[in-house]
């Protein structure tokens, strides 16, 4: 059938445009009398401000206003996910008190970019240093400095998950096995920086505020401004044009986003501030960093019987996204596996540094990192193999759906609602390669390049509530547009969401096209985070599409006198099916829907127009789950790390563009990479970032990043009408376990234990060395 | 990260460029910054470490200072030169193979596609494959002024972290290299933690046979190890006569590089980094001398 597009690699709609160069990201956007903004910011992680002298700045040739932390009151920023044991402190545009290196203090307007930065070096600001404390643990201790001066320690929330008896099984259990891990703080790091295009003009004489920004969440946005500034939603419109890319790090409303719409209407200007990488790499979230002490108990035959996590997370200096990372990392660490009874305990730490909130992956990276490495103890105790132990743990098919016995996110028992983890294992063991490459490794494991082989399995929470819209709609030229409250950053989603629609309505893909990341398209939007859209997105797309549908069958009954069953949809035309020569096109269809001339009776069966709305509310979390299978060689003279081989088995429910879905799971293992062996933002113990260019805060380039087999295994979803389960974030989430399973496994001859990653080469060399090193 | 304001001068020949910086800095005592490829300047500037008042572009001289050519056994290099183009050029793989070999360590194509011979030196970051190229094979800088010029060997050219002997008034225009004798071998060998990133260590070295097969001269220099290359050559002296096999050359390096104290940044500590240069400085050497093994005389 030539509609069938669900399934389809159909080609992304967007590239011919992108790659040649027209998109239109924020920094394109012109708009007459367009003034620039930069930031002045701290160079203390932790200062009071005694004085700002903004005169200088003033003078400075094209300078049009200077505005800074002394005489103006703002309120601290909204709340976005509140939590039970949180003591919450957010930002303050322009407070007295600086909390990490970076934080703005002082802002220059000009006529453009250069003058401004002239301005942002002649403002003098005066500061009273206080105590630091850029380290968790450090942050824990007693006598601590106290990152807010006005609170009495530095504990963001505590996190406790409790299921059965974890301390009594674990006394009882014959086999314990033990693993520390220190996971390293990481940038989001999107090619396109953040950024933000303010304008205010005055409807029927109100104020309304324009705002072009480069964001996850555009009507989150809107709502936020509507608060601070004491306005209605009507009078506030936030677009977001093409965004390159974000992976959490434009899902926060930041101060920046406040202060330049806030200057824009001081000054009667449109202002644009685009954040450089410096800033970028200084102030956008971070994440990832926690460290974590776990223990597992199990059978000698190789059952978990219990495990016990107790971790540290990071917040830095604010909670922009509450504690939802570690948060999900406590929920996560059992896994696609069966913990009968098991006990964790988060504390979430404030400190003087840059604030950490998800970025793509989303604590469940590190969720995955304990459980398997706990696995891989086991394994090696038990001398049993790494996927046997997996195999034996299994949360099993017939068991959907799974209750976990934890609370999730949300507040709601946890319930696995589908997947097949044997196959999927067994999937990745095949296409892999395992037994042949584990012959391979023996041969090669007395040489100067050890091989080694890693393996991880994880899950994926996706395609979370609480709603996303669509609504669907055919034009008077017979062409359908949808509008969603999601909003794409590099996704796909013109090319996907057509998808679903053109299917439905059997039409053209290029008839199908998408509008998102506008306010005021659609009344309600929750944004693209959390690997929900083709979830909750597409669902929504989905039913009104079928609703759509079936008005345009009713209305083509009357109009054609027939009955729907001997009616045929398809090539945007409704035929009847024994006289083709019989039928109306969806233009025409739509151009009745409009009604007759204005000042006739409207006597249609049908509500004018050809457009449907439909709200998705997911009832909950689907989850996604993966499996990877990494070999890698090590260089024992240099410490140097090379993957060899890289294969992933993904169940993403239903795939609606597998192409698209192989390249979410290829950019999230890419990002793992990332995580395991490279990225790492680092603060010195005074709170100042030592990472701050591309030159010490390494990416992994399309040079180190290997090729991958890339498979699928669909369990669909019964939670969703297209069966879909999310994917943006799949890949990054078993990967850095699996590698550094990997690099440990190509060390076994040095009984090398890794306990921190990003794993360095000079990590991997001093292993080596201390083996070598006569005891 | 915007670079300050500053006046953009272009000037067409090298004669008029020497006229003009001469002027600038010592007549009107003005900060000027002469730009070649940008591949370094130009951060340089962005972020604000350098606020000349006048940016001098030296691309204008193309035609004068970017030949290759070679002329009685030594190969003269103009400074503005590109990276690619010594990566490729015929006579550099012939005759300084080690250079065409280390271009291939230095960025990505397209900084190879820009950057200079001469910026790459002026640069002078201690980590740089070209500066390290000019100690091995001890090149000659050619440095002109409106007053004159002079010759300066590498070993006097670097002196420090970022900063070399090239006065304000002055232009590096030419850079000499001594052609590879007969039954000799090069090599380079880097380690980075990316492809195209600074080396966290990197040897190279040249080694010379005579006829009975014996090593005659070796040649061996380190970089990323301290401010500025190191000459290690005279430490290597002693292979001199010998015909040492990888596993001695790899001991004799292993006992060398602990003289060696380099420092440590958040990317590697001192001892890894002395570790790196024992093994580099090794296979450098092993590569060099089975090269000049292979060696035979080019039509
Ligand atoms: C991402 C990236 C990665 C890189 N990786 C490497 C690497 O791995 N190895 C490496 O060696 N380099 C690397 N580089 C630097 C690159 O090699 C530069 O090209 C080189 O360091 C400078 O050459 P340039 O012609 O671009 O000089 P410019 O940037 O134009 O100038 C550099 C300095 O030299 C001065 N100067 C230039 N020409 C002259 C002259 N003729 N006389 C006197 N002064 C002069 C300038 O005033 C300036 O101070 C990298 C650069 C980038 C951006």
């Known amino acids: ?775 | 990260m915007k670079p300050c304001a500053f006046e953009f001068l272009a000037p067409k020949t090298l004669a008029e460029a020497l006229s003009v910086l001469w002027q600038l800095v010592e007549e009107e005592g003005l900060a000027v910054k002469l730009l070649a490829g940008g591949q370094s300047l130009m951060p340089v500037l962005n972020m604000r470490l350098s606020t000349p008042d006048v940016l001098l572009d030296l691309n204008g001289l193309q035609g004068e200072l970017g030949d290759i050519v070679i002329n009685r056994q030594q190969v003269h290099i103009g400074a503005l030169a590109r990276h690619y183009q010594l990566e490729t050029h015929p006579l550099i793989r012939r005759h300084v193979p080690v250079m065409a070999e280390a271009e291939r360590w230095v960025g990505h194509v397209a900084i190879r596609s820009r950057g200079t011979i001469g910026g790459s030196l002026v640069h002078a970051d201690p980590a740089a494959e070209l500066p390290l190229v000019a100690t091995l094979l001890d090149g000659s800088m050619i440095l002109q002024s409106k007053n004159g010029c002079r010759t300066v060997p590498a070993a006097e050219f670097f002196l420090t972290y970022l900063m070399t002997t090239v006065e304000p008034a002055e232009i590096l225009t030419e850079i000499i290299f001594p052609a590879m004798p007969a039954r000799s071998g090069q090599s380079i060998e880097e380690f980075a933690l990316r492809h195209g990133d600074f080396a966290l260590a990197v040897a190279a070295a040249q080694i010379t046979l005579d006829e009975s097969g014996r090593i005659r001269h070796s040649r061996l220099a380190l970089g990323a190890m301290g401010p500025t290359p190191l000459d290690m050559s005279d430490k290597v002296a002693q292979l001199e006569g010998t015909r040492p096999e990888a596993a001695e050359i790899a001991e004799l390096m292993a006992d060398i590089c602990r003289t060696i104290e380099p420092d440590g940044d958040i990317h590697a500590d001192g001892p890894y980094r002395q570790d790196l240069a024992a093994v580099l400085s090794a296979r450098a050497l092993t590569a060099a001398l089975q090269r000049a093994q292979g060696w035979t005389e080019m039509a």
């Open chain 1, 1 to 775: 059938m030539a509609y069938d597009y669900v399934g389809q690699s159909v080609r992304r709609v967007n590239d011919q445009r992108l790659l040649r160069g027209q998109g239109q990201y924020i920094a394109d956007i012109r708009r007459p009398g367009l003034a620039h903004v930069a930031f002045v910011r701290s160079p203390h992680a932790h200062a009071r401000i005694i004085a700002v002298d903004t005169a200088p700045a003033a003078r400075v040739s094209g300078v049009l206003g200077v505005y800074a932390a002394d005489g103006i009151e703002f309120p601290a920023l909204p709340l976005l996910f509140p939590y039970r044991t949180l003591d919450a402190v957010t930002q303050i545009p322009f407070g007295r008190e600086v909390h990490h290196v970076g934080e703005p203090v002082a802002m220059v307007v000009a006529e453009n970019r250069y003058q401004a930065e002239d301005g942002a070096a002649a403002v003098h600001v005066e500061y009273e240093p206080l105590p630091a404390v850029a380290e968790m643990k450090r942050a824990r201790q007693d006598g601590a400095p106290r990152v807010h001066s006005d609170r009495s320690g530095n504990l963001a929330a505590s996190i406790m998950q409790n299921v059965g008896d974890a301390a009594g099984a674990m006394q009882e259990a014959p086999i314990v096995v033990n693993c520390e891990i220190g996971m390293g703080r990481v940038s989001c790091a999107p090619i396109e920086t953040r950024g933000l295009l303010a304008e205010w003009s005055v409807r029927s004489g109100d104020p309304e505020l324009h705002v072009y920004a480069a964001t996850q969440t555009p009507h989150m946005m809107q709502r936020i401004y509507a608060e601070l500034l004491h306005l209605s939603e009507r009078q506030i419109h936030v677009q977001a044009p093409d965004v390159g890319g974000a992976f959490g790090a434009k899902e926060p409303f930041y101060v920046e986003d406040f202060l330049v719409a806030w200057v824009s209407r001081q000054l009667g200007r449109p202002v644009v501030w685009i954040e450089d990488r410096l800033e970028h790499l200084l102030t956008s979230v971070h994440e990832r960093e926690q460290f974590h002490q776990a223990q597992m108990g199990l059978t000698r035959d190789g059952r978990i019987l219990a495990v016990i996590d107790r971790f540290l997370a990071n917040t830095g200096a604010y909670v922009p996204w509450g504690v939802i990372v570690p948060v999900i990392t406590s929920t996560l660490i059992p896994g696609p596996y069966k913990v009968p009874n098991y006990f964790c305990e988060g504390l979430v730490m404030y400190t003087n540094t840059t604030p950490l909130a998800p970025y793509r992956g989303a604590g469940r990276p590190q969720a995955a990192m304990v459980i398997n490495r706990l696995l891989d103890r086991a394994a090696d105790r038990l001398h049993v193999d790494a996927a046997a132990i997996r195999q034996r743990n299994f949360i099993q098919p017939e068991d959907f759906p799974y209750q976990t016995g934890l609370i999730s996110r949300e507040g709601t028992p946890m319930v696995l609602d589908s997947g097949d983890y044997p196959a999927l294992l067994k999937t990745l063991m095949q296409a892999g390669g395992y037994a042949q490459w584990q012959e391979k490794k023996t041969r090669q494991s007395a040489s100067d390049r050890p091989l080694g082989i890693g393996l991880a399995v994880g899950i994926e929470n996706t395609g979370m509530g609480p709603h996303e819209g669509a609504t669907v709609t055919v034009g008077s030229d017979g062409q359908v547009t949808i509008v969603t409250g999601a909003a794409s950053q590099g996704q796909g989603h013109e090319t996907t969401l057509a998808q679903v629609a053109a299917e439905v309505l059997a039409i053209d893909i290029d008839r199908v096209h998408l509008v998102e990341g506008d306010s005021q398209r659609i009344a309600y939007g929750t944004g693209t985070f959390a690997s929900r859209t083709a979830v909750v997105a597409g669902s929504a797309v989905k039913m009104a599409s079928e609703q759509l549908r079936d008005k345009m069958l009713t209305l083509a009954e009357h109009l054609l006198g027939t009955r729907r069953e001997f009616l045929q949809l398809a090539g945007g035309t409704v035929r009847v099916v024994s006289d083709p020569t019989r039928s109306v096109s969806l233009a025409q269809l739509a151009e009745a829907a409009s009604g007759p001339f204005p000042g006739s009776s409207y006597t249609l069966p049908v509500d004018p127009g050809l457009s449907v709305t439909m709200f998705f509310t997911p009832p909950g979390a689907t989850y996604a789950a993966g499996a990877h299978l990494v070999v890698v060689e090590v260089d024992r003279d240099t410490g140097q790390v090379n993957i060899v081989a890289y294969t992933a088995v993904h169940d993403a429910g239903t795939l609606i563009n597998p192409q698209i879905v192989t390249g979410q799971i290829q950019g999230g293992i890419s990002g793992g990479i990332g995580t395991a062996l490279l990225e790492e933002m680092r603060f010195d113990e005074a709170g100042q970032l030592l990472t701050g260019t591309f030159m010490d805060y390494l990416l992994p380039t399309a040079l180190d990043v290997p090729d991958m087999t890339v498979l699928h295994r669909a369990t669909p979803s019964p939670l969703n009408p297209l069966g879909a389960k999310g994917v943006g974030e799949s890949g990054a989430i078993p990967s850095p376990s699996a590698i550094v399973a990997a690099v440990e496994d190509a060390l076994k001859t040095e009984h090398a234990v890794l306990d921190a990653i990003p794993v360095r080469p000079s990590a991997v060399r001093q292993r080596i060395r201390m083996a070598s090193e006569p005891q």
